[in-house]
């Protein structure tokens, strides 16, 4: 698994608005109209991880969604990260 370079978050970060570089990480907050959006969301997101063998870290409460994903394997970011946070953003 091959570990981003700054320059490869740099430019990858690009491509995804909303998104932050935190430590060895991206991270996102959502929000949504109430509980019940949220939690449909991180259903949806769910099966796309699943699908993609790549999980985020994660918490929810009420009607915000924090999503963190990072590669552990590759000890930093990946092209794994960027490409579940253009399908969460999608979903």
């Known amino acids: 698994m091959h570990k981003f370079t700054a320059a490869e ?6 491509t995804i608005p909303g998104w ?3 430590g060895d ?3 996102r ?4 109209a109430d509980f019940v959006a949220a ?20 918490s929810n ?3 915000k ?5 990072t590669t552990h394997d590759a000890g930093g970011l990946s092209a794994r990260d960027f490409a579940l ?7």
């Open 9 to 14: 978050i740099t430019a990858a970060l690009a």
């Open 20 to 22: 932050t570089q935190v």
């Open 25 to 27: 990480g991206i991270e």
């Open 29 to 32: 907050r959502y929000v949504f």
């Open 39 to 58: 939690f449909a969301f991180m259903a949806r997101v769910a099966l796309l991880a699943e699908k993609a063998d790549h999980h985020p870290e994660w």
């Open 61 to 63: 409460v009420w009607n």
């Open 65 to 69: 969604v924090d999503v963190r994903l």
């Open 85 to 91: 946070a253009q399908a969460i953003d999608a979903a």
